[in-house]
């Protein structure tokens, strides 16, 4: 492939090494939106490796301008499925049915299991604002203590937004990577569900007895959030767990049908790897499910139920679900950004031949692709905070590396980055200080339970993909 650059190794590798400096640093010190820090780290590493600027300016649009119209458009979607779930109540009716069918040592589990369940569509943040109150509700009118439901919870929710499409980060490195989605997504289902169980109820019974943390009162939640519109709306909950505002104006949706559409895409996106697995090239049956299963048309399909099944069945007229789904965007449009500038960064890294550096170092120092991918994302989510910029950055390095490997071990390649990127969530990390405000948290207690938490998330993970690389 030609580059846009005639530079030698030695000045890839130092260009390279300038470029991700240049995104620590501008994230880290300078307090630089990552957006911005991503384009001024690609014009260092074109700059450096010799690029013309104007070559350095269409291969950064160029890598933005795909990752857009790939993952943003399943960010979008997935966005709107989320809202729609928030908004209607769904969500809650999903928390409330399960948690109150359980009671005592099981309540742990249960945290566990609804928090990945309703995670699937949300955002981490979102879904952290959604459940925390009930989290809170729960250690309130039990003995059973807030570590003991809380990190079970955070645990769920934090597993899907870094091992499970079409959470942004596992969509940018499957875009990056050309890997399938529908196996990605079938591994990331097999390792999130130990690992929820290590980080969750096993890691949350263990740091209650030695962390005590008391159940901070209702107004001190409501200060610990910022008083964010977005957050007052879903934390003014009465008693019951329900959202004030949604009281006497809407009804609940229902248990099953909020189930069933969170579970559509996901479902068709599984059929489709099955089939491709299992049914010959041209079967009808292998056809109709490729097409269904594509990640566009899944979401899409999702997003068009979640409408009728959530906000029509929530008594919404059309133009209130017009205006939960239009609602959906400005939240994300940061993230967004952030997507398309890691994929300009991304290409500007392919173009200038700094990723077959990379690659052929590897092979030649016989290091393992899935050992790397993962190390890169820890050393990068460790200096910047953000397990976005980790995953964008660490899969770009190791493209070239994922075109030598077959289709499962690219796939694992994802996963080995999305674990790499969960690792040790510190003071630079926007979610440390989210869950330090809403549980009451010192700086002390919130390192030895949350970014202990994420570092066991990130080893099980890296683990589980390890072991799933003797088997396929």
Same mark, same amino acid.
């Given at each position: 492939?030609?580059?846009?650059?005639? $530079? *030698?190794?030695?000045? %890839? /590798?130092?260009?390279?090494?300038?470029?991700?400096?240049? #995104? @620590? !640093? =501008?994230?880290?010190?300078?307090?630089?939106?990552?957006?911005?820090?991503?384009?001024?780290?690609?014009?260092?590493?074109?700059?450096?490796?010799?690029?013309?600027?104007?070559?350095?300016?269409?291969?950064?649009?160029?890598?933005?301008?795909?990752?857009?119209?790939?993952?943003?458009?399943?960010?979008?979607?997935?966005?709107?499925?989320?809202?729609?779930?928030?908004?209607?109540?769904?969500?809650?009716?999903?928390?409330?049915?399960?948690?109150?069918?359980?009671?005592?040592?099981?309540?742990?589990?249960?945290? $566990? *299991?609804?928090?990945? %369940? /309703?995670?699937?569509?949300?955002?981490?943040?979102?879904? #952290? @604002? !959604? =459940?925390?109150?009930?989290?809170?509700?729960?250690?309130?009118?039990?003995?059973?203590?807030?570590?003991?439901?809380?990190?079970?919870?955070?645990?769920?929710?934090?597993?899907?937004?870094?091992?499970?499409?079409?959470?942004?980060?596992?969509?940018?490195?499957?875009?990056?990577?050309?890997?399938?989605?529908?196996?990605?997504?079938?591994?990331?289902?097999?390792?999130a569900i130990p690992t929820v169980i290590v980080a969750g109820p096993l890691f949350g019974n263990f740091i209650a007895a030695r962390v005590p943390v008391a159940v901070p009162s209702r107004e001190a939640v409501a200060i610990g959030t910022g008083g964010s519109a977005e957050t007052k709306g879903v934390t003014d909950r009465d008693e019951d767990g329900v959202p004030d505002s949604a009281e006497g104006r809407h009804r609940n949706p229902g248990f099953w049908p909020a189930v069933l559409t969170v579970l559509l895409p996901i479902v068709l996106m599984l059929a489709r790897a099955v089939a491709e697995l299992t049914l010959a090239e041209g079967n009808d049956v292998r056809s109709v499910l490729e097409v269904l299963g594509t990640p566009v048309v899944a979401l899409l399909f999702g997003v068009l139920l979640a409408m009728w099944s959530l906000g029509h069945r929530a008594g919404f007229d059309r133009r209130e679900t017009s205006s939960v789904v239009g609602g959906s965007l400005p939240p994300i449009a940061a993230i967004l950004l952030i997507v398309a500038a890691g994929g300009g960064f991304k290409q500007v890294l392919v173009d200038t031949g700094v990723g077959n550096v990379i690659a052929d170092a590897a092979k030649d120092a016989s290091i393992n692709a899935l050992l790397l991918g993962f190390l890169v994302a820890v050393g990068i989510r460790v200096a910047t905070g953000s397990a976005t910029v980790a995953t964008i950055t660490a899969a770009g390095i190791v493209a070239p590396l994922a075109a030598t490997l077959d289709k499962p071990t690219v796939s694992l390649l994802v996963l080995a980055i999305g674990s790499g990127s969960l690792f040790f969530s510190h003071v630079n990390d926007a979610g440390f200080w989210l869950v330090k405000e809403y549980f009451g948290m010192t700086v002390g207690q919130t390192i030895k339970t949350w970014s202990v938490m994420e570092t066991i998330i990130s080893v099980v993970g890296f683990a589980c993909v390890m072991l799933l690389s003797l088997v396929v």
């Amino acid at each position: 492939m030609s580059t846009i650059t005639d $530079a *030698g190794t030695t000045q %890839l /590798v130092v260009a390279a090494v300038l470029g991700i400096a240049v #995104v @620590v !640093l =501008l994230i880290a010190w300078a307090k630089f939106h990552p957006f911005l820090a991503l384009i001024l780290g690609s014009a260092a590493l074109g700059l450096a490796a010799g690029a013309v600027p104007a070559k350095i300016v269409t291969s950064f649009t160029t890598g933005l301008g795909s990752t857009v119209g790939s993952v943003g458009v399943l960010i979008a979607l997935g966005s709107m499925i989320g809202a729609l779930l928030t908004e209607s109540g769904g969500a809650d009716g999903i928390v409330q049915r399960i948690v109150d069918g359980v009671s005592g040592s099981a309540l742990p589990w249960a945290m $566990a *299991g609804v928090a990945a %369940l /309703v995670g699937l569509p949300l955002f981490f943040e979102i879904g #952290v @604002v !959604l =459940l925390v109150p009930i989290v809170l509700l729960v250690a309130r009118r039990t003995d059973i203590g807030l570590l003991r439901v809380g990190i079970p919870a955070l645990a769920g929710l934090s597993v899907l937004h870094g091992l499970v499409p079409p959470h942004p980060g596992p969509l940018v490195a499957i875009d990056s990577l050309h890997a399938d989605l529908g196996l990605t997504l079938m591994f990331g289902l097999i390792c999130a569900i130990p690992t929820v169980i290590v980080a969750g109820p096993l890691f949350g019974n263990f740091i209650a007895a030695r962390v005590p943390v008391a159940v901070p009162s209702r107004e001190a939640v409501a200060i610990g959030t910022g008083g964010s519109a977005e957050t007052k709306g879903v934390t003014d909950r009465d008693e019951d767990g329900v959202p004030d505002s949604a009281e006497g104006r809407h009804r609940n949706p229902g248990f099953w049908p909020a189930v069933l559409t969170v579970l559509l895409p996901i479902v068709l996106m599984l059929a489709r790897a099955v089939a491709e697995l299992t049914l010959a090239e041209g079967n009808d049956v292998r056809s109709v499910l490729e097409v269904l299963g594509t990640p566009v048309v899944a979401l899409l399909f999702g997003v068009l139920l979640a409408m009728w099944s959530l906000g029509h069945r929530a008594g919404f007229d059309r133009r209130e679900t017009s205006s939960v789904v239009g609602g959906s965007l400005p939240p994300i449009a940061a993230i967004l950004l952030i997507v398309a500038a890691g994929g300009g960064f991304k290409q500007v890294l392919v173009d200038t031949g700094v990723g077959n550096v990379i690659a052929d170092a590897a092979k030649d120092a016989s290091i393992n692709a899935l050992l790397l991918g993962f190390l890169v994302a820890v050393g990068i989510r460790v200096a910047t905070g953000s397990a976005t910029v980790a995953t964008i950055t660490a899969a770009g390095i190791v493209a070239p590396l994922a075109a030598t490997l077959d289709k499962p071990t690219v796939s694992l390649l994802v996963l080995a980055i999305g674990s790499g990127s969960l690792f040790f969530s510190h003071v630079n990390d926007a979610g440390f200080w989210l869950v330090k405000e809403y549980f009451g948290m010192t700086v002390g207690q919130t390192i030895k339970t949350w970014s202990v938490m994420e570092t066991i998330i990130s080893v099980v993970g890296f683990a589980c993909v390890m072991l799933l690389s003797l088997v396929v």
